[in-house]
């Protein structure tokens, strides 16, 4: 598999281009081999975050993305370079995803002058202009209203660009969200609303939080069309992506329910106590969408088990080097404390 | 006995108004609910319904007369029967005849006639407006210098805005950049944050500030912070602007000074303009600001006229007070509509032979520290004034800016006015009794002069 040299440090293979899709084309193994290398290297950059939390070197906050990695990925798929993505806190892999660099991700994580934020964001504040990502927000729904926004301007531009707001099934109950459904709707704005439905907020399970017949169907009083899709597995994800995408550039947005999971606590100080062990088990075992994939790709020949371990080869390399790089990256200038709270007028 | 229907009051803050049109002629039998006559203020034109049944005896003011206050006569209404002759024409006086107020205790604040702003210190060509209009055209010319700047909030489009102030915008820009929003305040401060980041420079009205509140998460979480968060990647340039602090007789929940909640917040910048001329050239410097600007202004301003430059390319700098009145015997601080009453109680003060200077700090965040310093140097005594409450206050930043910057010049501790530490009561009597005066400025003056 080829790569340009841009990615060798680490980004997903960003951007898809943004028709195949919407066409209908089924992914061809040039495709499903870049998910499955995309999607791994989210779970390997999400285990060695959570190794590099154990060992004193990112603080705070850090909610792993681990399990939900079929969401981003297929969805990203659907996505050209003139869209804009906005989302919550457990946000890694749609950086990842976006094509933003593993080394300064990672960096940011550790609190660096070589993060996305100089090392001043955190793991909930990441950002990059030149990918389309808006962040990265710490406020549960605040991004919600922050991506109509930005599919408002893309509109205003007259531009033909969507905005993708992703938000949990927790945030799903929050008033902003249905603030932002109606003037979405009212003003016909491209944004498409992904609701990553992991079944739990931190320790509330959905069925313990939300009434009604499923998120997918909380935009029904404003006129937004919902589906609900197996956010474990990555095809189905694209597939549905597509077509929801291609309606929300039209002006008509669109909300897509993501039936995921995710392996670890919500944060890193969880003691799960609110599910079993053995559900956790179940899912790692019979739904994890990277099997999944891999097990599309061997079965239906699209690469045989040396290809698939190149892949995992030039994961474990990016994603060593990316640690490396957030270990040894300095931390900020002192004088950086002053920087960035206002800009020059 | 015929009776007197008097000169309403449209709004809070009306003090006077214009008699548009009579819809009824001297003869006329009226009953309750018709339409009598049209009435304009700066703001809107309203219908005057009769009260009474009756016929109209006499029409005291004619169609058009400009400036009758509110409460004074306006037509005289025959009961059933009654001769003409029972009409008082004689004494009526032109065109007011005052009915006696609801006698208001002591002290009694006047909605109106703030004390204008003084001459602006200017040469080049000026305009007599509002302040109203003065925001308005800083809207106006800054849309059309800048393709991105539109206008965004409840009511600001086809109703011309609840106050008024973006009145003419859609005329001119039509709905793709002046926007009416449904009440969402939180969702509609939030998509003008990321219609912000996306590129766009919005400026968002809240009808008051007070509503506000719904926001502040998208203001201080969102808006103010994004830039220090992403190293300095994501600058948000949005206005959010609106009046703000007490108006008149709407209790306590629709009269509140948000000045030190906003100043408190780095990664803001909080404007408070005065004068007409400054409202103008401070919002269209807070519009090519590229951060989020809170933008204070107050309802019973908006009808105050002022000398306000023509020039599209006059601005005035955000982050300097100015001198309002010199003098050299206690300096004075104050914002917004409290710059009023400080030049009164100092017009008070000059009676007694105590000068008193009088300054308007305008911009609240970064607070002019220079300019307050250096009249503390020259005076040796300072006053701070505010409509809002006193704890935590901008007074208490003032009081720390004087021991910081000028410990050493100072001859007395700094005296805070302030609004009463309640919310605001809804009584005329005890609204009064809740916001500074000119009579406690005055008092506070004497007080730190040993007077």
């Known amino acids: 598999m080829s790569r340009q040299s841009s990615k060798k440090r680490g980004g997903a293979s960003a951007k898809g281009n943004g028709r195949a899709a919407a066409n209908g084309a089924v992914p061809d193994s040039d495709r499903l081999l870049r998910w499955y290398r995309d999607m791994l290297l989210i779970r390997r950059f999400e285990e060695r975050a959570g190794q590099m939390y154990g060992m004193g070197l990112i603080g705070g906050f850090c909610h792993l993305y681990i399990g939900q990695e079929a969401v981003v990925v297929g969805i990203q798929a659907c996505l050209g370079e003139r869209d804009s993505v906005v989302t919550g806190y457990r946000d890694h892999g749609h950086m990842l995803a976006a094509g933003m660099d593993a080394r300064g991700v990672m960096a940011e994580l550790t609190g660096r002058e070589g993060g996305y934020s100089r090392g001043k964001g955190g793991s909930m504040h990441m950002f990059s202009r030149e990918k389309n990502f808006f962040g990265g927000h710490g406020i549960v729904a605040a991004q919600v209203p922050l991506g109509v926004g930005l599919g408002f301007s893309h509109r205003y531009k007259g531009e033909d660009g969507v905005s993708v707001v992703y938000f949990g099934d927790g945030a799903a109950n929050q008033g902003q969200v249905y603030e932002s459904l109606n003037l979405a709707a009212l003003w016909e704005l491209p944004v498409l609303f992904v609701i990553e439905n992991n079944k739990y907020g931190m320790g509330t399970s959905v069925s313990r939080a939300a009434a009604g017949s499923g998120l997918h169907a909380r935009g029904g009083g404003f006129g937004i069309p919902g589906r609900l899709v197996d956010g474990m597995d990555v095809r189905a994800v694209y597939e549905a992506a597509g077509e929801a995408v291609a309606e929300a550039r039209g002006g008509k947005p669109a909300i897509l329910e993501m039936e995921t999971y995710r392996y670890r606590g919500h944060s890193m100080s969880d003691p799960a106590k609110y599910r079993t062990r053995e559900e956790v088990n179940r899912m790692r075992r019979d739904r994890d969408p990277i099997e999944r994939l891999r097990h599309v790709l061997e079965s239906e020949g699209h690469a045989d088990a040396d290809a698939l ?14 640690a490396q790089f957030a270990e040894q990256s300095p931390e900020p200038d002192p004088s950086e404390l002053y920087t960035d709270v206002l800009l020059e007028a | 006995m015929p009776v007197a229907v008097t000169m309403p009051a449209l709004s809070p803050t009306m003090t006077e108004g214009t008699l548009a049109k009579w819809l009824v002629a001297e003869g006329d039998r009226v009953s309750p609910g018709d339409v009598i006559a049209e009435i304009e203020t700066d703001k809107a034109t309203m219908e005057v319904e009769a009260v009474d049944e009756g016929v109209v005896a006499s029409l005291v003011v004619p169609e058009g007369t400009e400036g009758i206050e509110v409460n004074s006569t306006i037509l005289w209404l025959n009961a059933e029967g009654e001769s003409a002759g029972a009409v008082p024409v004689a004494e009526t006086p032109r065109p007011v005849a005052k009915a006696p107020p609801p006698a208001p205790a002591e002290p009694r604040r006047e909605a109106s006639k703030p004390q204008p702003a003084p001459e602006l210190d200017y040469r080049g060509e000026t305009a007599e407006i509002t302040v109203r209009e003065a925001l308005r055209d800083a809207m106006a010319e800054e849309m059309r210098r800048d393709e991105t700047v539109f206008v965004m909030g409840e009511e600001v489009a086809e109703y011309e805005g609840a106050y008024k102030v973006t009145q003419g915008l859609l005329a001119e820009f039509g709905p793709r950049r002046v926007r009416d929003t449904p009440i969402t305040e939180h969702g509609f401060a939030g998509l003008g944050v990321g219609a912000a980041f996306g590129g766009l420079r919005p400026v968002v009205e809240f009808m008051t500030f007070n509503f506000a509140m719904q926001a502040v998460d998208q203001i201080v979480n969102s808006a103010a912070k994004t830039l220090y968060m992403s190293g300095g990647q994501m600058g948000c340039p949005i206005v959010f602007r609106g009046p703000n602090g007490a108006a008149a007789r709407v209790a306590a929940q629709h009269s509140q000074c948000y000045a030190s909640w906003y100043a408190h917040i780095p990664g803001l910048v909080v404007v408070s303009p005065f004068s007409a001329a400054d409202a103008k050239g401070l919002l269209k410097t807070a519009i090519r600001n590229p951060n989020p600007v809170i933008f204070l202004e107050n309802e019973i301003l908006y009808g105050q006229r002022g000398a306000v430059p023509t020039d599209p390319d006059y601005t005035v700098p955000i982050g300097r007070a100015k001198v309002l009145r010199p003098g050299r015997d206690v300096t004075i601080v104050a914002f917004s509509r409290m710059c009023a009453v400080a030049l009164e109680a100092a017009d008070v003060l000059a009676g007694e032979g105590i000068d008193a200077e009088v300054i308007d700090l305008r911009t609240l965040r970064p607070l002019d520290r220079e300019t307050i310093a250096s009249s503390i140097r020259k005076t040796n005594r300072i006053v701070s004034v505010e409509e809002g409450w006193p704890v935590a206050g901008i007074g208490s930043e003032i009081a720390a800016i004087a021991m910081e910057d000028a410990f050493d010049w100072l001859d007395a501790p700094v005296a ?25 400025i005055a008092a506070a003056a004497r007080a730190v002069c040993y007077a």
């Open chain 2, 416 to 440: 805070r006015v302030a609004g009463e530490d309640v919310p605001m009561p809804y009584a005329a009597n005890l609204e009064a009794l809740a916001l500074p005066d000119a009579a406690r």
């Open chain 1, 309 to 322: 371990k190149a892949i995992d080869g030039e994961i474990r390399e990016i994603v060593a080097d990316a």
